[in-house]
């Protein structure tokens, strides 16, 4: 009897998705009708590692993706390229970050900060310890929540008010609350 050996093809993992950041932060959304039905979506998606162009059709529009949202990418199957952007499946919104994330990695030079200052944060972060970096997430989502809070405060007692005089407002105060 004569054995008989055929090679199995099994596919080789994807390289490519392998080296790219499991988190990314996006930097601009934009949505357009695609048919009746569907939506078709393109995002920019920033890393320190990587940045890139994504798009995906969607039934249904995710009112959670938005600029500055962090994010992990769905892929579909092998990665295709059409039109200098990314065929994925979909963006997952992340509600919190995850314990490994270093945030300093997902700022985007497009937010104006020095780079070197940034660098040095993302340094400073990853001599912490896993359990000192657990416990400093939660302050930083509260921190990032009152700087929402007080720009728009500070924005709301910059707007002009009808019949109120100029100097005055200038010297106002915003007080937090």
Not at 55 to 68: N, P, Q, Y
Not at 102 to 119: A, H, K
Not at 144 to 173: D, N, Y
């Amino acid at each position: 009897m004569h054995e008989i050996r055929t090679p199995v093809v099994v596919a080789s993992p994807d390289r490519v998705i392998d080296k790219l950041p499991p988190i990314f932060r996006i930097q601009s959304l934009t949505r357009l009708p695609a048919d009746s039905r569907h939506t078709f979506n393109r995002a920019v998606l920033f890393h320190h590692q990587a940045s890139l162009q994504v798009e995906w059709v969607s039934r249904h529009v995710d009112v959670e993706l938005k600029a500055g949202s962090l994010v992990s990418v769905c892929w579909q199957g092998r990665p295709a390229c059409v039109d200098g952007a990314v065929r994925i499946a979909r963006l997952v919104c992340l509600r919190s970050a995850e314990d490994t994330l270093n945030l300093f990695d997902t700022v985007p030079s497009s937010w104006g900060i020095d780079r070197d200052l940034i660098e040095r944060g993302a340094r400073l972060w990853n001599l912490l310890s896993r359990p000192h970096q657990r416990s400093a997430l939660p302050r930083a989502r509260a921190c990032a929540h009152l700087r929402r809070r007080s720009t728009a405060m500070v924005r709301a007692a910059r707007a002009p008010k009808h019949g109120s005089h100029p100097a005055r407002e200038c010297r106002q105060t915003v007080q937090p609350q």
